[in-house]
């Protein structure tokens, strides 16, 4: 269902809004440890490959296979425990939930999958001090700012351990050093706990983490290896 070795594939991906075709027959396949970058001009369709290949969007046409399962078969609610469990996700906007505290929100999907208050937010905490954000553990999302938010969001991307990262613009609200704080953790992830990571980014420091390259062009995929 999936390449050889590969762990999350989208073959033949077709997704169109109205008169827009966002994605025009995309292929792409991750390996566990590995890291890949999309990279393309603006509009030219990496969000919407990242959220089909994470099951967030259902494509039109094509399949997306994780792990010898068929993502775009399942229902919405298998889907949604299937983000929960394996999946980690750090987006640029909007993901923290602002009622919570900040060691909340990254205990939050542990609590989720019925882990311990006192145990969740123990780890929680060890991950806001990897993030170096342990300061801002009791505050509130609204209460710290873009790039604090964006830490907190990453610890909480990662407090789960997942098989796969989706990160889009990881580090968009972040300074150099802490852009690179983020990535070593992300590298981290790929490196010692064999995480697939797939990353859409404009920003080549971000991409030099990559082991490959794939450049999304009018909603196709071009593997950069393959087309030197
Ligand atoms: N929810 C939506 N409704 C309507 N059109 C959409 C939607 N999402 C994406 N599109 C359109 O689909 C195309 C691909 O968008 P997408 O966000 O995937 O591109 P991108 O490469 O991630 O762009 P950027 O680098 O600017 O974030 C664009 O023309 C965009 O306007």
């Known amino acids: 269902m999936t390449p050889a070795g590969s762990l999350l594939a989208g073959t033949g991906l077709r997704k169109a809004y109205g008169p827009t075709t966002a994605l025009d027959g ?130 909480r991307a990662l407090v789960t351990r997942p098989r796969v990262i989706f990160a889009d613009e990881p580090t968009g609200a972040l300074d150099s050093l802490n852009g690179e704080l983020v990535m070593d953790l992300l590298s981290d992830a790929a490196r010692k706990a064999h995480a697939a990571v797939v990353l859409v980014t404009h920003d080549v420091r971000v991409a030099a983490y990559s082991d490959r390259e794939v450049v999304v062009r009018d909603g196709r995929a071009t593997d950069m290896a393959g087309a030197i």
């Open 26 to 155: 995309a292929e792409f396949s991750v390996h566990p440890g590995e890291i890949v970058a999309l990279m393309g001009p603006s509009g030219s369709g990496k969000s919407t490959l990242l959220h089909c290949l994470a099951g967030i969007v259902r494509p039109d046409a094509g399949f997306v296979g994780y792990d010898g399962q068929d993502l775009t078969g399942m229902s919405d609610a298998e889907r949604s425990a299937l983000r929960r469990t394996d999946f980690g996700f750090v987006f640029q906007f909007g993901q923290l939930v602002p009622e919570l505290t900040c060691v909340e929100n990254v205990a939050l999907p542990l609590r989720l999958s019925g882990v311990r208050r006192r145990a969740a937010e123990d780890r929680a905490l060890e991950w806001l001090e990897r993030l170096k954000v342990e300061d801002v553990r009791t505050r509130r999302p609204g209460e710290i700012s873009g790039g604090q938010q964006q830490r907190v969001a990453v610890a």
